[in-house]
């Protein structure tokens, strides 16, 4: 009797360490789990961190990051993983206090915004002095911010520094064919015609970086919408400079965009719908735009092949 119960013991207790390795395998698969907010962020994660993470994208392609509210299932995914990747410079507008409760709990986040020098940053006047979070738009901010990615990576799991390392060390090499297409393409057309009409101010760190001129008819954050007003002045530019096209973005509804069309064909001027920029999300893999690179070389042939 009492060998008998000896031996359950043993059983159960082996049981008990199976499970517990078990799950632990289980749960970490030995890669870093990573949560990345924003669809280009996700990318980044998964470039830099290799085979050795795990990454998970909160929003999803088309998903507008201004307006985006973390649901319970998302803050427990974030909890849930070794490391959150945001942007900050208050894109994830809806976020803040997710984010620092995060960090206050000790967990680890990756904060682009960190990695990026302020002087490089811009500013929107208009809605008082704030930074303009559409970094990604400018291949050498984002090359700071793969920099920044694989810094922090190499602290939190030392023991993958290396690879990091050869990791960022390719990717800023595929960057770099990506700025020079940018630059050629660029070139096609005349620089008075480079002007980017669209339906927020999501390009104003391209235009800086490239040679454009940029108007948006919402400001930096989709929050506030467009006035009636500002759709009349920017059909008067729109019809003074004779400017061929207009943008639509994949994840801002369309009507202003189609609203503005129809005020600069009332004054006798037709501008085209140049077609679907991506703005605030990397496209989907159906569209064949899914990695940050491939949706940066479809908006500049999509901008290049309406304006030129
Ligand atoms: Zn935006």
Not at 268 to 291: M, N, R
Request: glycine share 8%.
């Amino acid at each position: 009797m009492y060998k008998s119960k000896i031996i359950f013991l043993i059983y159960a207790l082996i049981g008990i360490f199976a499970l517990a390795g078990c799950s632990a395998e289980k749960e970490s698969n030995g890669k870093l789990k990573i949560v990345a907010t924003t669809t280009m962020l996700y990318d980044l994660g998964l470039n830099i961190g290799g085979n050795h993470v795990e990454v998970k994208a909160l929003m999803s392609p088309g998903i507008d990051p201004h307006l985006f509210k973390a649901s319970a299932g998302d803050v427990n995914l974030m909890q849930e993983a070794d490391i959150v990747i945001y942007n900050g410079l208050h894109l994830e507008g809806k976020m803040a206090d997710v984010f620092e409760a995060l960090s206050k709990g000790g967990h680890s986040v990756i904060c682009i915004e960190d990695g990026i020098d302020s002087s490089k940053l811009l500013t929107s006047e208009d809605e008082g002095s704030v930074y303009d979070p559409h970094i990604w738009f400018d291949v050498d901010l984002w090359k700071d911010a793969a920099k920044h990615v694989a810094g922090e990576l190499s602290k939190i799991d030392e023991k993958n520094a290396g690879d990091y390392e050869k990791n960022l060390e390719s990717y800023l090499k595929k960057l770099d064919a990506l700025d020079a297409y940018i630059k050629e393409r660029t070139s096609e057309i005349g620089e008075e015609q480079r002007v980017l009409v669209t339906a927020h101010d999501a390009f104003r760190y391209f235009a800086r970086a490239y040679g454009y001129e940029v108007k948006g008819l919402q400001g930096i954050s989709t929050e506030a919408e467009a006035g009636t007003a500002d759709v009349k002045s920017l059909a008067d530019f729109i019809y003074e400079r004779k400017i061929k096209a207009v943008f639509v973005e994949s994840s801002v509804p369309a009507k202003t965009i189609e609203a503005l069309k129809a005020a600069v064909d009332s004054r006798g001027f037709v501008t085209e719908i140049g077609g679907e920029l991506y703005s605030d999300s990397l496209g989907d893999e159906k569209s064949g735009t899914e990695t940050y690179i491939l949706t940066f070389r479809a908006n500049i042939d999509t901008i290049v092949n309406a304006l030129k």
